[in-house]
């Protein structure tokens, strides 16, 4: 029966997919209207461009094998492309089993701000951010004043009291956030590459912005890894406007404030959580899932230990080893700050959760960004908790 099916079927790719080439020996194939982006080989590659909606599979299966002196079946050809890569909507005619977009796992509860069609006429607005000549000089006068204002207010941040400007820190929280999503949003179009809304969510339960522009895979390395940073580029253009307004009218609040978002934008480029920092090793390295590859490479070096079993490496590999090393040195060592270190955090995280809330609307309490900072540590650690008992029910 599969057999007849192979002879008799005669496939056609969809109008809408695209591959980028990654390396010598992977693509990405990406069908932008269903949102579904693929990481495949050279030979899926060299399989699928041989695909013109005139031969049959085993016509197609025949001409590989003696173009690339290779010995595929027909019968695995068919299952590849009708049962495995049909699901993302390559194939005309197939669209009742094309799988539905799935949100990213890592943010829960998610939503949309400001839709597709509202942020593509936003985006426009702001492309001259990204011609050559206007982005040197933006951002080396943005970082120059930063600089210079970070260096005589760095410890702002120890005396600002959160409660006493709750609804002023957030509003200006959100500008800054919601900008730099737009940043995002704004290289993604400018490089040609489709993008989504912008929507809100929570990250190891923190609430966090995103834009959609899982379309950049379709971009090539250095324009993807301009994306990745141009949100914050972004933020720090309007965090220097407010800097600029903050002592044009002498207002110390939103110095301080301008300065602890400055401070926030670069965290991001931490490389350790799924922050632009992530992304930008995830191009450099061209692995869209860089701790699944991180954590092989891991795997690799025990099996050399234990088993002898040697794999050939190449000089991203290496890269790889040492992302994942730094990783989990950070795990280890959180969970030994939690733990040993400092285990009150866990015990007390109920009561020191309630009284943070308390007295953040009380008007004679004082609560810093310090104090605020100390309830991410046990929030992280049972977030970390819940997804490792969460692994362990799935298997």
């Known amino acids: 029966m599969l057999e007849e099916k192979t002879n008799n079927r ?4 969809s109008d809408n997919l695209h591959f980028n080439k990654l390396s010598e020996n992977d693509y990405i194939l990406s069908n932008s209207d269903h949102r579904h982006y693929v990481k495949i080989n050279t030979e899926v590659y060299h399989l699928l461009s041989l695909i013109n909606g005139k031969k049959c599979i085993e016509e197609i299966t025949d001409e590989y094998n003696k173009s690339y002196n290779a010995a595929l079946d027909a019968e695995k050809v068919y299952l590849l492309l009708y049962e495995k890569l049909v699901v993302y909507g390559i194939l005309k005619g197939h669209n009742e089993k094309i799988k539905e977009y799935e949100k990213p796992s890592y943010l829960t509860l998610s939503f949309i701000i400001i839709n597709e069609k509202l942020l593509s006429r936003i985006v426009k607005k702001f492309y001259f951010l990204f011609h050559k000549k206007k982005a040197f000089y933006i951002l080396f006068f943005c970082l120059l004043v930063m600089s210079v204002i970070l260096y005589f207010n760095f410890d702002l941040y120890k005396s600002f009291q959160l409660n006493q400007s709750l609804i ?3 509003m200006i929280m959100t500008i800054s956030v919601t900008f730099h999503e737009i940043g995002h949003a704004t290289s993604a179009s400018f490089f040609g590459a489709k993008h989504g809304g912008i929507g809100g969510g929570f990250y190891l339960l923190t609430p966090v912005y995103f834009a959609d522009v899982t379309d950049i895979w379709r971009l090539n390395k250095t324009q993807r890894i301009v994306v990745n940073l141009s949100g914050m580029y972004f933020e720090l ?15 110390y609040t939103l110095l301080i404030i301008s300065v602890i978002v400055c401070l926030k934008t670069l965290f991001n480029l931490n490389p350790f959580l799924r922050s632009d920092g992530y992304w930008v090793v995830s191009d450099l390295t061209n692995k869209p899932n860089l701790l699944y590859h991180s954590s092989e490479k891991l795997k690799d070096i025990f099996r050399l230990i234990f088993k002898g079993k040697k794999t050939q490496w190449k000089r ?10 730094i990783s989990y040195s950070f795990i280890i060592f959180f969970l030994y ?5 400092n285990p009150n955090s866990i ?3 109920p009561e020191n959760l309630y009284g943070f809330f308390e007295n ?15 309830l991410i540590v046990p929030i992280m650690f049972f977030l970390l908790l819940y997804r490792f008992i969460k692994s362990l029910l799935k298997r």
Do not use: A, R, W
């Open 347 to 349: 015990i007390h995280f």
């Open 10 to 13: 005669i496939p056609e790719l």
């Open 237 to 251: 253009v309007i965090c220097t406007l407010f800097s600029i307004i903050s002592l044009i009218f002498n207002n």
């Open 360 to 374: 953040l609307f009380k008007k004679d309490s004082h609560i810093s960004l310090v104090q605020y900072g100390e």
């Open 337 to 341: 700050y939690v733990l040993i270190k």
């Open 168 to 170: 002023y820190f957030f």
């Open 316 to 325: 991203t590999d290496y890269i790889l080893l040492l992302y994942g090393m």
